[in-house]
């Protein structure tokens, strides 16, 4: 099969949703931001995790699938409808195991800033703020972050810490400030490849490869000196099976897929 | 008891005033869109907005907001018309940035009545450096770090429910986002209502009151006045889509057009909806009313 | 999705333990009278409990309570049979007291998850003086004074219900206390519930649930689950008066004797229910029923 | 009229509640206490405050009138029942204009106690403790407070502040500690008389007189030297009308009206 012909069985969007979605585990309480992390927990449920809950930033609680059109109201109902402030007081209260966010941008010790690139008064672009992100990752024991991957993207430290990783990387920090303990980024997927976090420092755990990514390409786009995982594997591709739901049942008309490789942020409506 | 009816421009030309707080209830469900062509129809003007989820596009656009706090919201002035028109007439607002959760906890610290609430969240996090309302302290008992966020008070708060009694006690169901927590922490309430209810109706289900009658300054009976947001129950969002591409900022030429026609065309909410039927075809409203409604098993009460 | 109904004998033996902080629900109100009962039976002691106007008279009398964490108990051991009881044995409970609010916060700095939550109440008083989880701290904000108090998060909580699903979403209406605080404060849940019902009864009332099923650890059918209390919908108080005397403390001989034959003479409710009617008449709990229950009215959702 | 046949028309407690109604003002917001609070309040609904809400410390908020033996409940309707934390904020946060407690002991400033008589840990009496007390005088603009006199209970300084007046009468005290302003006890109503407050301290304002009592009775029942209005007055007797609907609808067993001149604080259920 050409690089070609792969390109046209799955994109880069359909894989970032295909590998967030497996990072999700049987029972998982799940914090899903609109979007991308909302196709991937679905996806999730009509596959290996049935049963985990989804909670949306704006308070609804649910273990029911949904349309995605519907995903950030009740038109499905739910269990519960409590409020954007008490499913926050779940995730402080450390109810809620895996959080979900997008980046505009990410730092070596997995910082995220989804506020302003370049200076904070002069910016050279806005982003719509924190929303439900910084809570996600000050609360969960694990977060998954899904980014489009460049340079610009990718940095040494983020212009502005929308959602706080692992701070300037030395241990125990998250901590120190008050955070939560055991919270924080855990997994990284972009257009290119998955990352995990060593020691609070962002670590290359695997290449998109099926789709053609190379090393050269992966260092190409981040701004530092990527540490790479001894057990360094090519990414698992999407399975024929995960394909055909996401596209047929998850997100028929693909608007989620071609946004998670887009290089704006999901918006909400 | 005391009657609380009145029409929407009464409520808002007697509740809301320039310089006010203005807390903007919805968050994905049920904006009180009615309430907020009415004060942009009056052009109350240098108001802080407090939206979550909620974007007051067109009280932006027409420069009435010196400050929004929230924690999410488009800024990006070079993508949206209306926020390029306040940029360019130098009335762009002040963004008061929190997480959501942030925003949640400010409003409900007010609602609690204290002048702050700890919280775990926020720390590590450069949002303090630029806002002063969120700072780290001590906790008295730990020792450990704790972030503190101030209070929000609103002046006045607007609310679109399910359904209301002629005192003000409030009933709204569905997503709730901050509903509850913008409203209880505001001092004047302004409910606007897709039905009035006999206090019978309401005193047959107490717990689903969110705000007592005696805390609401104004009740409006005022149908489809979420549209073309979602009201559960009762309509789903603008499916014809005209209406909620003006309001999100659309282009110059369809907000303009739309603010012309719509809001300072028209004398309200009632006008704007005959309006909007007499262009769009008068099965405009109806084609959003549900396709398969379902009830809830009442509960009992009684002795 | 995970069933957890289970009996209340395996609820209560798997998930309350020796030297747990108990919440016991109810507030004038739905008391789980039944697995306070359980409880009983099982022995299990040093307990902590969390209660407010819901006066866990038999755990004192049977000597299972170390420390009683609430807002308003009767302490006079010279006026109660199971208070005098319990001080007797020298099992006499320490309490750690607030106001009613102060305790409502406690629970609900616990719900909320942070360590402390501030108050302009307690101030002045002597509460702070013998209970050191109040203290006055300076506001980072204004810097007035303020009240802070400590969190408290039970280990378990027990509530009745009025209706559950099988993977324990729990409804409860009518006068509700500190029902939603002391639930959502405590690491482990056990729910009765009157009635359990489908999942769909739930969606299609998502706003009454006032925990999601999975803080819950188990759920329990258990009619009659709150009598001699009240709950709304279902029953009022025993109108004969002698398991509420009973429960109340009593003298000696009804407290006694009611542990006897109601308590420990029984294995569960189940057969508590029936030795109550083989005594006191087939109809003693029919009696009880309402006699003028109301409907709420429907709400509507759906698409 | 002798002693005799006054005190058979109405008695002391009779007294106490009708004085208490007449405390309520038209569109008071009225935070009423289990027992003669709630009757006084249900008698002012009756009378010359038809429009007053009355809010429980458990969580009830009504206009409606209500049979006393479910005023703790609400086989009869109410308009919310948020529960127990939401009444106090709105408390807290100033829109319960008016409290209503009992007491065990109250002193010169109007400090009350609830606790303990004696030492805290070897009471000579243990009440119940705060209940919503402390809640009701810390944040209610005015108070009113209903208590059985005698030297015992009335004292240059309570044994256990539980429920703060204006301390040791220092003005400003209760506003530097962190209390809300413009809060506190207003009004005190004895089996014996009415008192104020004039900077802090207790004033006698009226004298049960149409009962028999007198000036001596008064000062005898007081351990300091009591402060005179200088327009002491007669307290107003209760109309034929006011113990009407007092005895026959409001309190028909006459449960409270015993209770209000009993020693003993009112008991919760």
């Known amino acids: 099969m050409t690089q070609k012909e792969k390109e046209t069985r799955y994109s880069a969007g359909e894989q970032m949703i295909v590998s967030a979605a497996r990072q999700i585990v049987k029972d998982d309480i799940v914090y899903v931001g609109v979007g991308v992390p909302m196709v991937a927990t679905l996806l999730a449920k009509y596959t290996h995790a049935p049963d985990c809950v989804t909670i949306t930033e704006n308070g609804i609680v649910r273990v029911t699938k949904f349309p995605m059109d519907e995903s950030t109201d009740v038109q499905t109902l739910a269990d519960q409808l409590p409020g954007m402030f008490y499913v926050n007081c779940l995730a402080q209260a450390g109810y809620i195991n895996t959080g ?4 505009g941008q990410i730092d070596r010790y997995g910082n995220i800033n989804t506020t302003a690139a370049g200076d904070f008064y002069k910016p050279e672009h806005r982003w719509n703020g924190s929303g439900g992100g910084n809570d996600v990752i000050s609360f969960c024991h694990r977060t998954i972050v899904t980014i489009r991957q460049s340079r610009r993207r990718f940095l040494e430290k983020v212009d502005f810490i929308t959602s706080p990783g692992y701070l300037d990387g030395r241990p125990g920090q998250r901590e120190e400030i008050g955070l939560p303990p055991n919270t924080g980024p855990s997994i990284v997927i972009s257009n290119l490849g998955v990352y995990a976090f060593d020691n609070g420092e962002m670590l290359l755990k695997s290449i998109h490869s099926d789709l053609g990514v190379t090393m050269e390409q992966v260092k190409a786009e981040i701004s530092w000196d990527i540490k790479i995982a001894p057990d360094l594997t090519d990414t698992e591709p999407p399975t024929e099976e995960e394909l055909h739901l996401l596209r047929e049942v998850v997100d028929p008309q693909k608007i989620f897929a071609r946004r998670a490789e887009s290089p704006g942020l999901q918006q909400q409506s | 008891m005391s009657n609380k009816l009145m029409t929407l421009k009464e409520a808002v030309s007697k509740y809301v005033k320039s310089g006010d707080t203005l807390f903007v209830g919805g968050a994905q469900h049920a904006t009180p869109q009615a309430a907020l ?129 002629a005192e003000g006690n409030a009933q709204k169901w569905g997503s709730i986002g901050v509903d509850v927590e913008g409203i209880n922490a505001s001092r004047k309430v302004i409910v606007t209502a897709e039905t009035i209810v006999s206090s019978d109706v309401i005193r047959r289900d107490p717990n689903r009151t969110i705000i007592p009658g005696f805390r609401v300054s104004a009740v409006v009976e005022q149908p ?29 030429q369809t907000y303009e057009d739309y603010l012309r026609d719509f809001v300072y065309g028209v004398k309200d909410w009632n006008e704007y909806i005959e309006k909007v039927k007499s262009i769009k075809g008068a099965d405009y409203f109806d084609k959003a009313r549900l396709k398969n409604p379902v009830k809830s098993e009442p509960i009992i009460t009684g002795s």
């Open chain 1, 100 to 103: 979900f966010l997008g980046a």
């Open chain 2, 224 to 252: 489809w006045g979420a549209f073309p947001s979602r009201l559960a129950g009762f309509y789903n969002a603008d499916r014809g889509g005209f209406m909620r591409v003006a309001i999100a900022g659309g282009n110059e």
């Open chain 2, 37 to 165: 062509h009415e004060i942009v129809r009056q052009k109350i003007d240098h108001l802080g907005v407090v939206a979550v989820l909620a974007q007051p596009t067109l009280l932006i656009g027409e420069g009435l907001v010196d400050k929004m706090i929230t924690g999410y919201a488009a800024q990006d002035y070079t993508a949206s018309y209306p926020l390029g028109k306040a940029k360019a007439m130098n009335r762009f607002p002040v963004y008061e940035e929190y997480s959501h959760f942030g925003i949640s906890l400010a409003l409900f610290a007010g609602y609690m009545g204290i002048p702050f609430i700890p919280t775990k969240g926020h720390l590590g996090s450069d949002m303090p450096k630029y806002n002063k309302n969120i700072k780290s302290i001590d906790c008295p008992f730990t020792g450990g770090k704790v972030a503190a966020i101030k209070a929000v008070v609103p002046d006045v708060a607007v609310i679109h429910v399910q359904r209301a009694d």
